[in-house]
């Protein structure tokens, strides 16, 4: 058995993990998500740096012979990243925005084999169509307060899943953190899926 190491506070991540089998002892990175300097990044870009600079932060702190996973995502809607909504006014707005349209879904992977020494970032993106919205879902969906702190403002395991038509990738990618995309990053480091279950 493996330590996992999971470099993020988000609760649907760390249900993937748990969902899957893996108890993970969380450590959050408090990386800035909002920096300036990565300003320039495309939505695709984004992701591996923020998940590489949420791994590489909690390094310190975590046990030697451990894997640690981080992650970031984000959405990309006509070509612009789209975070966390962070009020209701940004909600309301971005809800209205994707109705009955599709974007991309980005999440970003970091896994890093401190024992060997070995670091890995790989990316799973998935397009997500939306329903049309009338304002009154859009009112209902935005006062439950689920879209403020999530990427693209939208949950495919939450409140929002009504509302999502369609998906092409990986589900779990979407949800913050794509299992078969880890399989195979664990698998190429040289563990095999059951190293990580806390048997």
């Known amino acids: 058995m493996v330590q996992i190491i999971l470099a993020s506070a988000s609760p649907s991540r760390l249900r ?43 390094k310190e702190l975590a046990p030697a012979d451990s894997l640690i996973i981080g992650c970031d995502s984000t959405f990309e809607f006509e070509g612009k990243s789209l975070g966390k909504p962070g009020s209701k006014e940004n909600a309301i707005s971005r809800c209205k925005q994707l109705s009955g349209k599709s974007g991309y879904l980005h999440t970003g992977h970091c896994v890093i084999d401190l024992k060997n020494g070995i670091e890995l970032s790989e990316r799973s993106t998935s397009k997500v169509q939306f329903a049309q919205m009338t304002d009154a879902e859009i009112s209902d969906y935005v006062d439950s307060g689920e879209p403020l702190n999530v990427a693209g403002g939208f949950t495919l395991d939450g409140l929002s899943a009504p509302f999502i038509t369609n998906i092409e990738g990986d589900p779990s990618g979407i949800i913050g953190l794509s299992l078969p995309l880890l399989r195979k990053m664990v698998i190429s480091l040289g563990y095999s899926w059951p190293d990580l279950k806390n048997k």
């Open 16 to 58: 993937l993990l748990e969902s899957a089998g893996i108890s993970p002892k969380v450590l959050v990175s408090g990386v800035n998500e909002e920096a300036s300097e990565l300003d320039s990044l495309t939505p695709s870009e984004l992701v591996i740096a923020l998940a590489i600079l949420k791994a590489h932060t909690v």
